[in-house]
């Protein structure tokens, strides 16, 4: 079987204005990169800003496992396959961080025949985006580290500095590093720390602005530090913003590809769902409903924390009204729930699925709660077996949930017809009730307890004495009325990565809470959560290489 980067590849790529040109794109609307790829420009968006919106589809997805779900395969090929049936529909996505594609495997192209393509630029440098968002994140930090060199006019507490430095790496060493050493003129020695440029509020704000204007604003109003007498002080206390918001300028403009069947795919921003708000740029996801009938979009990792965020942050800042969802799982990872180990997944295995279909049952109910119709996306891999997928598709029905099976991985458009015929049923029903898990007049604790309790699951949330005492602040502080950003472990519904399938009766522990005063959310760190991941025992890095000019190993 051919690799991901084989059919990449030896695809025929047709240059990026001639795809756009059947959107009704012109090319001096585009901002070319090259012959592939291209920034659709502020001209375009005020041509089309006052069309109506296209229908708005959300694909995500069960609890994630090491057997993969196919949640961006599986947005690519309905986007083919809807646009095969005569819908003019846009697949709007995040773009890759660099640090799991040199990591543990993966990237953010899809897979098989539902790619998008050059999946090798995607996956890589791209536009220079991230590379954009690491140096204004850190160009802040050099301001910041300069004000304390330069007399420390603010009077910031040292010990009371928020703000951390990025990379689009995964390097466990930086977590927590010291800086200032040297003689007099290296500036002010203190502890510091290092997230992924995913994790950065920079990534946030760039998702979640509509314009220049909006992203300058949200730059000034990010929380630094405090100083001494415990008063917030902002970007634009240390005069960073306007410089910052220049590095973004590019940055700030969505990205297209293609995908292998020649439809566009509007590509930007990247946050992770585990760690941030997990969802591609507000303004890519603005076009692509005003250049389709259907846009299709995906949040990061299971729909605890990228459906979630997508519903409670994402929405609610955009005005967006989701028409229906699409949940993909597989026999394999439900399996998985249900005690199987990752070797032994090809086998028939009736008890361990009836056992793990119940993280499948949980992810609907939690749909259901934001009043979303649900299409259940059955990505269907070789071994599954006829008993297999029928048992998934028994329990859909006894459920009255719409299902479908999904063979885009390996017939692209094709192999979504079924799928796409009935995500379309569903939409020309019109069911959909959308509403908020994290209700306006709440406390910030509230917000919390809510989607701990509704979402995922949870008896009981116990909050530190550190948690604690910090929402009491950002409450004082005027922050209160901000949606809260919950940091978990994206391989359970609670907080312990190890309790699979649908866990019941536990407690989630609140360890930490930040205020992201730019992006307007506050970040709940729960569990064992980091922000800058380290590499595995044996990196993707080493089996990627250059060879006669030519990218290998690259998925």
């Known amino acids: 079987m051919k690799s991901d980067i084989q059919i990449s590849q030896e695809a025929e790529l047709r240059r990026i204005r001639d795809v756009a040109e059947n959107y009704g794109i012109q090319e001096d609307e585009l901002e070319l990169y090259g012959k592939y790829k291209a920034k659709l420009s502020r001209e375009l968006w005020d041509r089309v800003k006052d069309r109506p919106d296209g229908k708005l589809v959300l694909v995500t997805a069960i609890n994630p496992t090491p057997a993969g ?96 430095r990025v990379l689009d790496m995964n390097d466990r060493s930086l977590r927590n590093i010291v800086i200032g050493l040297g003689g007099s003129g290296d500036g002010v020695v203190r502890e510091d720390h290092f997230m992924i440029t995913v994790a950065s509020e920079v990534m946030a704000i760039l998702c979640l602005a509509t314009d220049e204007n909006d992203l300058k604003e949200r730059l000034k109003r990010i929380v630094v530090a405090y100083d001494v007498e415990g008063k917030p002080v902002t970007a634009d206390d240390i005069q960073a913003a306007g410089s910052m918001a220049v590095l973004l300028k590019d940055a700030l403009k969505p990205n297209i590809l293609q995908t292998l069947e020649g439809n566009i795919a509007v590509i930007h921003g990247g946050p992770f769902a585990n760690i941030a708000h997990g969802c591609n740029s507000v303004q890519a996801t603005r076009f692509a409903l005003k250049l389709s009938d259907i846009a299709i979009t995906e949040a990061g990792f299971g729909a605890d924390l990228g459906a979630e965020k997508f519903f409670d942050i994402k929405c609610r800042m955009a005005g967006f009204r989701p028409d229906a969802t699409v949940l993909v799982a597989t026999v394999r990872a439900l399996k998985y729930n249900g005690g199987v180990a990752k070797a032994d997944l090809a086998g028939e295995n009736l008890e361990a699925l009836k056992k793990g279909i119940v993280n499948l049952e949980k992810h609907i109910e939690n749909l259901h709660e934001f009043g979303m119709p649900v299409v259940v996306a059955i990505n269907r891999f070789p071994t599954d077996t006829d008993a297999e997928l029928k048992f998934v598709e028994d329990f859909c029905r006894e459920r009255n949930v719409e299902f479908a099976l999904s063979e885009v991985h390996g017939k692209g458009g094709e192999g979504g017809r079924q799928l796409a015929e009935t995500l379309l049923r569903v939409l020309d029903e019109g069911k959909a009730n959308f509403r908020f898990v994290q209700e306006d007049g709440q406390s910030l604790k509230e917000k919390i307890e809510a989607v701990a309790k509704k979402i995922y699951g949870a008896s009981k949330v ?20 901000f949606p809260v950003c919950m940091a978990k472990t994206q391989y359970s519904l609670s907080d312990d990565p190890k309790k699979l399938g649908r866990p019941r009766d536990f407690e989630l522990t609140v360890r930490d809470v930040n205020v992201s005063a730019g992006a307007g959310f506050v970040v709940v760190l729960t569990g064992d959560i980091m922000t800058l991941p380290g590499l595995p025992k044996r990196p993707a890095a080493v089996d990627i290489d250059l060879v006669d000019g030519k990218i290998v190993g690259l998925f």
Request: contains cysteine; charged residues 20%.
């Open 462 to 481: 116990s909050f530190s004495p550190k948690a604690t005492k910090e929402l009491q602040k950002y409450e004082e502080l005027g922050f209160g009325g």
């Open 69 to 164: 779900e196919g949640k961006t395969t599986t947005s690519v090929g309905l986007c083919d396959a809807l646009n095969l049936l005569g819908k003019k529909t846009v697949v709007a996505l995040r773009e890759p961080s660099l640090g799991p594609c040199f990591g543990v495997k993966g990237g953010a192209a899809g897979g098989g025949y539902a790619q998008v393509i050059p999946m090798e630029d995607l996956n890589l440098h791209f536009t220079g985006d991230f590379h954009a968002i690491t140096s204004a994140n850190n160009l802040l930090s050099a301001m910041l580290d300069n004000h304390l060199k330069q007399g420390n006019l603010r009077r910031i507490d040292p010990k009371r500095i928020v703000w951390k």
